[in-house]
């Protein structure tokens, strides 16, 4: 993971999402937390140097979550510069992002069946919730994702890992 990550960082074309995600992409990274969420970091730098910030959002809000959980606190501040560049809000400097990694497991179920072109009584009847009930949740989820309209939410949710 490392010797990708490494050759993706010394090329300065095209090749060098390739090579991201191919380190990414190495079996048993999730051994490694912190060095994957390096890794992460360093391509969402990357793509966010490219105005590609939708993508650089996603491996940020990753490397975000993991730098919180290890208590890497300067890797967490410079995670948060970061995607406080890419317009992303941080909730009031802790470290806490406000994009899908912040989403509770029913906000991102109400979310992705939201994406996908439910309306709130169909997700209701698919979660055994009232309209009225999948309505708070979706009116949460949306300033966390920067989004106003169910067309952007499903543009903010396509890198959503999965979980």
């Not at 190495?26 to 969402?44: H, K, M």
């Not at 890497?72 to 995670?79: H, L």
């Amino acid at each position: 993971m490392t010797v990708k990550a490494a050759a993706a960082l010394a090329t300065d074309d095209h090749r060098a999402d390739d090579l991201f995600d191919e380190a990414l992409a190495v079996p048993d990274t999730g051994r490694r937390p912190f060095e994957r969420a390096r890794v992460q970091l360093a391509y969402g730098e990357g793509l966010r140097r490219a105005r590609s910030t939708k993508r650089a959002r996603g491996h940020l809000g990753a490397a975000l979550d993991t730098f919180e959980r290890l208590g890497a606190a300067p890797w967490t501040a410079r995670t948060v510069n970061e995607l406080r560049a890419t317009g992303q809000p941080v909730k009031h400097g802790t470290g806490t992002p406000t994009g899908t990694a912040s989403l509770t497991p029913q906000q991102r179920e109400i979310a992705l069946l939201a994406a996908a072109g439910l309306t709130n009584k169909q997700i209701g009847e698919r979660l055994f919730l009232s309209p009225r009930t999948v309505s708070t949740p979706l009116h949460q989820l949306f300033p966390k994702l920067g989004v106003t309209s169910r067309a952007a939410l499903r543009d903010a949710l396509r890198d959503l890992p999965k979980a």
